[in-house]
């Protein structure tokens, strides 16, 4: 059985960081694209950044320069680390691995930003 676990959201104030984790189990990690998403209440589901099996990684322009997203296969693991966070980053953070036309999703962990 697939699963896909997040954790290290939290309320933080504008301007300080946070790193979330998402570690999968019932997959071969190493060979999934990873990705993590974003959705805010009344907003559909956002792409923040994914990384490829390679180690490729891309961003959205919202967050470019403050996001970083990284992978540790050995852990079966993918980290999202958020610097700079702003009030807009408030969302809950979705993690997803595929291949192909196969998704697996995670529940999500919540980050809230006070300004």
């Known amino acids: 059985q697939v699963q896909l676990v997040e954790s290290g959201g939290g309320l933080v104030q504008a301007g300080e960081s946070l790193r979330l984790s998402c570690t999968a189990s019932?997959?071969?990690?190493?060979?999934?694209?990873m990705g993590w998403f974003r959705q805010a209440p009344g907003n559909q589901r956002e792409l923040v950044a994914t990384i490829t099996s390679g180690g490729k990684t891309t961003y959205s322009d919202s967050v470019k320069g403050r996001f970083t997203i990284s992978r540790d296969n050995a852990k079966s693991t993918v980290y999202l680390q958020m610097n700079t966070l702003k009030p807009e980053d408030t969302a809950r953070y979705y993690c997803?691995?595929?291949?192909?036309?196969?998704?697996?999703w995670g529940k999500g962990t919540l980050v809230t930003v006070s300004s």
């Open positions: 019932g997959v071969i990690f190493s060979i999934y694209g």
């Open positions: 997803r691995s595929q291949l192909g036309v196969i998704n697996y």
